[in-house]
């Protein structure tokens, strides 16, 4: 299911995923816009109904003031009228009192109206049924009012109504009856009755009346001091009496129903005022509360898609950062890595759009640079370990060559056979010493010597042998010499010792000692084999020639002389030495 | 392509419907109530409310809490129902008086859903009520009142008639005239004195009392009259013992019925007058109230129904329902006034065609008026131009033992008159 979704959200574009999180906050906001104008409209509603509710229980108000004002003025009437009059009475509160009925109808009937087409509750408007009953019976008020008054008129009006006229009898009747005893108790008796019932109002007062007057008609028939024509009179007056004694019981009654009926209608109708009093402020009550719960409701309501926008805004740059930045800082890291250096690993390319195919493309290019990068280092390394080995070979070469340089310097003054110094070398050593004794007056002397018979070893033995007696006869030479002296081979079998701060005689005892060694030496094949030496000391003006000539002249001169043994030849100032 | 005629075909579907719905939804309301008073309109499933304006407080009250009885019984029979609806009272007392039933009256026919007023008990509450409620269309019923000017005297319309009131309860016209006869002929009395409470219906029977007497030979030779309540019966009796008179004729109701006749007892002179009342006086409170003071008193009262088996039935359901016996048959004229209401109902009402329930003003007056009912519980009802339902038929009774009661009382009939109607 979560993947369900997932899938499709995350191959969408990003211009889809901006669309779609910018359409829901923008549902959000048309959500928010909603629930305000719901709140207004009912907060509007519940307005309409206070209006017409507060009308309403102002109208009941209205209606209830003039039906009160129209009580007050028939109680005022029939507490006026006994002093006022009855013209006046009705005047000043009767007439005023139809009219103000006639008000409190054309309001009842408006109030109707109103309640019938007002956005009240139901409850308030079932009360139409009580405004038809209050209607009828303000309406029966003023019946009941109105023949009420005739019926006061009836007993009450001042002359013609009953009461005046049972008092005209009555004082028609006293006249009558005060001429004799007998006749005046029942009427004192009837009229002390009479007035009773005028205070009581209780019919069996008035009966108590009428059967005095009974008592009285009898006294009138059987008193004897009366004249026939009083008789009659008398009798007709009672008659009257009677009749006018009876109604005016009934006219009380009636006129006591009458005020009965007063009290039911006002029992009837006070409840329907005030309970449309109480409906109509309850309707106020319920509405403001109505309106006080919308506002709430509808605060609670903004607020809570406030906070929920806000968490969604959120949720969506979440998700926008999920799917979009967080991919681009990523890439931008990964850029910067690659900037710095190379990346570690592939970008991961997770959606379809265009960060994923941009993530792709980076993937490429990384697969490239990581492709060019690897190639130059090996190729680097490769290159590097080329030079080393050049290097290297090169300096094998140079150390080659000093070596061969430096055997070449060894072999220049040394002699290839026997490694001793060769020619050149004694003779630049000899210039050396000259130089010396030149410089110093230091003296050197020299020896020369010659194998003998070197030619018949060779002859005998062959060249190697020979070159054998050469090379052990050089070094019995050099391990026979001082270590200052120089030894060289001068050519051939003959072999030169330069000797450094030596006079001829040290030298010549020197060249002896050599000749002993050779004679003791036993060569390999060739075996005893002998030198003859001439040996010679530098003389003052001397040169290496001069020198030479000098020792071969006394090398030559041993030879001559036998051979295996030393001559030596002194500068020519200094005496010749044999040995 | 293909979407373009589905959505044209919806739009005529909906132009089409919008056209019909209104068609459809004015078809009941095309025709309005055309009864000429008016119609009491029910939505579905509301109940068809019944005004009641019985005598419910006072000592009337048991003859006011029957009516309802027996309003209740002619329900219960139909299961509380007519025309598939509930039926609802609404009761209004009027205590016994005309401005109470002027003003329950007036409670009642401010809610147009009333569909027809039950009532009253007392015939003065009627004169005031019926013309309360017949000036606004509406219909009444009654199965106790009896006064003559409610409806007719001598075959002509009563001063208290008004269009839409009918009655069970027979006209009292003939009560008097009975009484009357009775005295005259059968106890040879020639001097009467008659006493009512001012009441249109006392007055009535005092009245119709005194006509028939004095056209017999006889002589009134007082009428008087007592206030409701009033305790003191002293004066008004000597008027009666000056009078002279043999019988005294005071269809009065409890108390002053009571009073009258208790100080008459102890009245000198009054000692060998005739006592005669009326049906209001016919219970066994009455009996018991005054016990023997009331031997030998005279009453005249609407013949009672015949027992017949439906009549036990309807007992024992009284019964059943108030765990009491009935103390006077009056609830059965007020079942047969129920009856004829409710059936008269059943015929006025159309039904709509949208679950709506109509009854015509006019249309149950008339479904009323033209009520004939052979087999009514007091005997055939058959209403009259007047409203008068039921026949007249009127017995004396004597009280001879007051221990048998009420019962024993109403069976001592001495004298049964039966006028042609």
């Known amino acids: 299911m979560r993947s369900g979704l997932l899938r499709p959200w995350r191959d969408a574009g990003v211009t889809t995923k901006f669309a779609l999180a910018f359409a829901l906050l923008l549902a959000m906001v048309l959500l928010e816009g909603l629930a305000s104008l719901l709140a207004l409209n009912a ?3 519940a307005e309409t109904v206070i209006i017409a509710s507060t009308e309403i229980r102002q109208r009941v108000f209205e209606m209830d003031g003039e039906l009160e004002k129209a009580r007050r003025l028939h109680r005022d009437f029939f507490l006026q009228y006994p002093s006022i009059g009855f013209a006046s009475a009705e005047e000043l509160y009767f007439k005023p009192s139809t009219e103000v009925i006639n008000r409190v109808v054309t309001l009842s009937e408006e109030l109707k109206r109103r309640i019938e087409s007002a956005p009240v509750s139901a409850a308030l408007r079932e009360r139409n049924n009580d405004l038809t009953l209050y209607l009828s019976t303000a309406r029966r008020f003023a019946d009941i009012f109105r023949e009420l008054v005739a019926q006061v008129t009836e007993l009450a009006a001042p002359g013609t109504g009953l009461e005046d006229q049972l008092l005209i009898v009555e004082s028609r009747l006293e006249a009558l009856a005060q001429k004799q005893t007998a006749t005046l108790l029942p009427f004192r008796k009837m009229v002390a009755f009479q007035r009773s019932y005028m205070v009581s109002r209780r019919r069996p007062d008035m009966q108590s009346a009428l059967n005095a007057a009974f008592d009285l008609r009898a006294a009138f028939k059987s008193s004897a ?7 009659a009179r008398a009798g007709r007056l009672l008659d009257d009496y009677a009749r006018l004694a009876q109604k005016i019981p009934d006219v009380d009654v009636a006129i006591r129903s009458k005020l009965n009926d007063f009290t039911l209608q006002a029992k009837a109708v006070d409840p329907i005022s005030a309970n449309l009093k109480t409906l109509a402020t309850g309707e106020v009550e319920r509405a403001r509360a109505r309106i006080q719960t919308v506002s709430r409701l509808s605060v609670a309501v903004i607020v809570v898609t406030l906070i929920a926008g806000l968490a969604f805004s959120l949720l969506v740059a979440a998700v926008i950062h999920a799917s979009v930045t967080r991919k681009i800082v990523a890439l931008t890291r990964w850029a910067e890595q690659m900037r710095d250096g190379t990346p570690a690993a592939d970008v991961e390319p997770d959606a379809k759009d265009e960060v994923g195919v941009l993530a792709a493309r980076f993937n490429d290019m990384r697969a490239r640079v990581l492709d060019l990068v690897t ?4 190729k680097v390394r490769q290159r590097t370990s080329e030079l080393t080995e050049a290097r290297d070979r090169l300096e094998t070469l140079v150390r080659e060559l000093d070596e061969k340089n430096r055997a070449l310097e060894i072999l220049s003054v040394t002699d290839r056979l026997t490694g001793l110094a060769n020619r050149r070398k004694i003779e630049e050593a000899m210039q050396a010493e000259l130089e010396r004794a030149r410089r110093y007056g230091k003296s050197f002397s020299v020896i020369l010597l010659d194998v003998d018979r070197f030619k018949s070893i060779n002859d005998a033995y062959g060249h190697t042998v020979g070159d054998a007696v050469l090379v052990q006869a050089a070094e019995l030479l050099v391990r026979n010499s001082r270590r200052t002296d120089l030894v060289g081979r001068w050519g051939g079998e003959e072999f030169l010792i330069v000797c450094p701060e030596t006079d001829i005689s040290v030298v010549a005892a020197q060249a002896e000692r050599h000749r002993k060694e050779f004679e003791r030496f036993a060569f390999t094949q060739a075996g005893t084999v002998t030198c003859s030496f001439g040996v010679t000391a530098c003389g003052p003006g001397d040169d290496a020639q001069a020198i030479i000539r000098r020792a071969d002249a006394a090398l030559y001169r041993a030879k001559d002389k036998g051979r295996n043994r030393v001559e030596s030849q002194p500068a020519a100032d200094q005496p010749p030495q044999n040995g | 392509m293909r979407a373009l005629p589905r959505t044209a075909a919806l739009l005529w579907a909906a132009a089409m419907a919008t056209c019909l719905l209104p068609a459809c939804s004015d078809a009941p309301e095309a025709k309005p109530c055309s009864d000429p008073l008016g119609c009491v309109s029910l939505g579905p499933g509301e109940p068809i409310l019944l005004g009641v304006i019985e005598s419910l407080s ?11 009885r027996g309003l209740e019984l002619a329900l219960a029979r139909r299961g509380g129902k007519l025309l598939g609806r509930e039926v609802r009272l609404v009761i209004e007392d009027t205590g016994c008086r005309p401005e109470g039933g002027g ?11 009333i569909a027809a ?4 008990t007392c015939s003065g509450d009627a004169a005031v009520a019926s013309e309360v409620m017949s000036k606004a269309g ?4 009654s199965g106790n009142n009896s006064a003559p000017f409610l409806t007719a005297i001598g075959g002509r319309k009563a001063p208290k008639w008004q269009a839409g009131y009918f009655r069970t309860a027979p006209n009292e016209e003939s009560s008097g005239p009975a009484a009357a006869r009775f005295a005259y002929s059968r106890l040879g009395v020639r001097r009467a004195a008659v006493i009512n409470d001012g009441d249109i219906y006392t007055r009535g029977l005092t009245d119709g009392f005194a006509q028939a007497f004095q056209r017999l030979g006889g002589k009134i030779v007082l009428t008087a009259t007592v206030n409701k309540n009033d305790a003191d019966m002293g004066p008004v009796l000597t008027a009666v013992k000056n009078s002279k008179a043999q019988l005294m004729f005071f269809p009065l109701f409890q108390p002053e019925g009571n009073n009258v006749l208790l100080q008459a007892r102890k009245t000198r002179g009054l000692e060998r007058i005739v006592r005669m009342s009326d049906g209001a006086l016919i219970e066994q409170s009455f009996i018991e109230a005054v016990g023997d003071a009331a031997v030998g008193m005279y009453f005249v009262g609407p013949t009672p129904p015949a027992r017949t088996p439906a009549l036990r039935r309807l007992e024992q359901e009284y019964a059943a329902k108030y765990g009491a016996s009935p103390s006077t ?5 007020a079942f047969d006034a129920a009856n004829i209401l409710l059936d008269a109902l059943e015929k006025a009402a159309t039904a709509g065609g949208d679950g709506t329930l109509r009854i015509g003003r006019q249309a149950l007056r008339d479904a009323l008026a033209r009520t004939d009912k052979p087999d009514g519980l007091t005997g055939p009802l058959r209403c009259d131009e007047f409203g008068d339902c039921a026949s007249q038929c009127f017995n004396i009774l004597r009280l001879s033992d007051p221990a048998a009661g009420v019962d024993g009382l109403k069976k001592n009939v001495q004298f049964t008159y039966r006028p042609e109607r």
């Not at chain 2, 006072?58 to 309802?68: E, T």
């Not at chain 2, 007023?117 to 009253?120: P, S, Y």
């Not at chain 2, 509406?138 to 019923?141: D, G, H």
């Not at chain 2, 048959?329 to 004229?333: K, L, M």
């Open chain 1, 43 to 45: 907060v509007h509603k």
């Open chain 1, 225 to 231: 001091g009366t004249s026939p024509e009083t008789r």
């Open chain 2, 138 to 141: 509406f219909a009444m019923v």
């Open chain 2, 329 to 333: 048959y009056y609830y059965v004229n």
């Open chain 1, 375 to 378: 190639n130059l280092e090996d």
């Open chain 2, 103 to 113: 003003n329950a009256a007036l409670k009642l026919i401010a809610n147009p859903k």
């Open chain 2, 117 to 120: 007023l039950f009532g009253t």
């Open chain 2, 58 to 68: 006072g000592q009337v009250a048991p003859i006011g809490q029957d009516q309802v």
